[in-house]
């Protein structure tokens, strides 16, 4: 007979997405209590004409800029959104996918900022848009455009075009492109999946409906 203790334990439940945290936590904590540089020299990428296409380390910068943020309202803002839809979008896309997508995020936001706006770029709000793009896709089925989808590209993205006229130090564009990369995993995702499913053998997919 087993023996349940009733005592509820904490669970490392989405680790993409909490290690990601923890990771930019660690770094913006260490650059204001410790006063390094890292977020100036790692974590974060110089806009056009600052890029040193010779020096190889500059390449490493197009995926770590995102885990740079210049305060902790920068940090809570971009993460009271990463750490809500994260695990969600963890669970239903598996931890490597959502990397992955992470991944592909800070290279375009990084490799556009590089090639054409003159600031730098730090911050991990295009990974906060990509996931809530991302996100609106999470009831979609084969040959559907979630309305979901649609409210949310006009609430969010039409936003941020109206501020990119605006004089502010936000890289709206930085929001833009992610979720950009957002709406195009969100329908690269499911269909690929509805290829996997129509190559099962009929004894599988009927398992696969039944949830076996």
């Not at 540089?37 to 600052?50: A, H, L, V």
């Not at 800029?65 to 971009?78: D, E, K, Q, R, Y």
């Not at 309305?147 to 109206?162: P, R």
């Amino acid at each position: 007979m087993g023996y349940n203790s009733g005592y509820m334990r904490i669970r490392y439940n989405a680790p993409v997405t909490l290690t990601f945290t923890l990771l930019c936590l660690a770094v913006l904590l260490t650059d204001l209590f410790a006063h390094t540089r890292f977020t100036q020299n790692i974590f974060s990428i110089p806009g056009k004409g600052g890029f040193d296409f010779s020096n190889p380390f500059h390449y490493v910068r197009f995926f770590t800029h995102v885990a740079g943020h210049i305060s902790l309202t920068h940090f809570i803002g971009n993460f009271s959104i990463i750490l809500l839809l994260g695990p969600i979008l963890e669970e239903k896309y598996s931890s490597f996918s959502l990397l992955f997508m992470m991944a592909i995020t800070a290279l375009v936001t990084g490799l556009f900022n590089v090639l054409l706006f003159p600031t730098g770029l730090l911050g991990s709000s295009g990974i906060a848009f990509m996931m809530i793009l991302l996100a609106s896709f999470t009831n979609i089925g084969h040959g559907d455009i979630p309305l979901t989808f649609l409210l949310v590209l006009v609430i969010y993205l039409s936003a941020e075009i109206s501020k990119s006229f605006d004089r502010n130090s936000i890289s709206e564009f930085a929001h833009i492109a992610g979720g950009i990369c957002g709406s195009l995993f969100g329908f690269i995702r499911p269909r690929a999946a509805s290829r996997a499913r129509a190559r099962l053998p009929k004894a599988a997919k009927d398992d696969a409906a039944k949830g076996v």
